[in-house]
C-alpha cells in the first residue's frame, strides 16, 4: 500500500516562527503536492513539485516555500508563520496523471 | 483553471438511502478522481474515472467527458459513508495537477 506520511498531526505555533511541515512517501512517485483546507473552501493548491529540486506555484503560494531534494520528501515551509495561516494543510503524492494518495494533515494553529 | 462545481453542497440521509452527487466541469476532463474526506480528516481516493463507469461495492462512479460532468452514486448508504466527497480534475496537461470542487457534506443517520 502506498504510504503518505506527514511529520505532525497537530502543530500549535507562536506568530512569526519558522515553522516546516514535513511528508514523505514511500512509492516513488514523481510529483508531491501541499494543499491547505479551510471550511467551505474545499482544497486549495498552495505547491506542487513534479521532479526532485522542481515546484510550481498553486493558487495561493503567498507566504510559504518548499523544498524537494529527494524524490521521497516535500517540505512546506511558513517563513513567518501568521495567524491567518492557521489551517488543515495535505500533503498527497502520484505518479504523473495517476491518483492521488493524501497524508493524514496536520492542523497547524498559530496564536 | 477549471471551475468544479459540486452538487448538493450538503446531503444528508436516512441509512439505507441511495443518493448520487453530482461534479460539473468548466473545461474538458481529463484525469478525474473522487475522494471521500472521513471525519478525521483523512482523504481517500475512491475512482480513478476519466470516462465511463465504474463499480466498487456499494459506490459506482460514471463519467461523460464529451458533457464535462461526473456522478457519484451511494446505494444502501450506511453511517460510514458519511464526510465530505471531493471531485477533481486536470486541465489539459499540467503534469498530474489536480483542481478540486468544494466538496458534498453528506451526513448518514441510523
Known amino acids: 500500500d502506498v504510504k503518505v506520511t506527514q511529520s505532525s498531526r497537530y502543530l500549535v505555533k507562536r506568530t512569526g516562527e519558522k515553522v516546516f511541515l514535513e511528508c514523505v512517501q514511500d512509492?516513488?512517485?514523481?510529483?508531491m503536492f501541499w494543499y491547505r483546507q479551510d471550511p467551505g473552501l474545499g482544497l486549495r493548491l498552495i505547491y506542487f513539485?513534479?521532479?526532485?529540486?522542481?515546484?510550481e506555484k498553486g493558487d495561493i503560494p503567498e507566504g510559504y516555500s518548499v523544498s524537494r531534494e529527494k524524490k521521497e520528501r516535500f517540505s512546506l515551509i511558513l517563513e513567518s508563520a501568521s495567524t491567518n495561516q492557521t489551517s488543515m494543510y495535505l500533503c498527497?503524492?502520484?505518479?504523473?496523471?495517476?491518483?492521488?494518495?493524501f497524508g493524514a494533515g496536520t492542523r497547524l494553529s498559530v496564536l | 483553471g477549471i471551475q468544479v462545481e459540486q452538487s448538493p453542497p450538503d446531503l444528508i440521509l436516512q441509512e439505507g438511502a441511495n443518493s448520487t452527487l453530482r461534479c460539473n466541469f468548466s473545461?474538458?476532463?481529463?484525469?478525474l478522481q473522487w475522494f471521500h474526506q472521513n471525519p478525521w480528516g483523512q482523504l481517500i481516493n475512491l475512482f480513478y474515472?476519466?470516462?465511463g463507469t465504474k463499480q466498487n461495492g456499494r459506490l459506482s462512479a460514471t463519467t461523460v467527458a464529451t458533457e464535462r460532468y461526473s456522478l457519484l452514486y451511494i446505494s444502501s448508504s450506511q453511517t460510514t459513508d458519511s464526510g465530505v466527497y471531493f471531485c477533481?480534475?486536470?486541465?489539459?496537461?499540467?503534469?498530474?495537477?489536480?483542481?478540486f470542487g468544494r466538496g458534498t457534506q453528506l451526513t448518514v443517520w441510523p
Open positions: 512509492m516513488d512517485h514523481e510529483n
Open positions: 474515472i476519466p470516462s
Open positions: 513539485s513534479y521532479d526532485v529540486k522542481m515546484k
Open positions: 498527497a503524492s502520484s505518479l504523473r496523471k495517476n491518483i492521488q494518495y
Open positions: 477533481a480534475s486536470e486541465r489539459g496537461s499540467t503534469l498530474g495537477r489536480l483542481y
Open positions: 473545461d474538458s476532463v481529463n484525469n
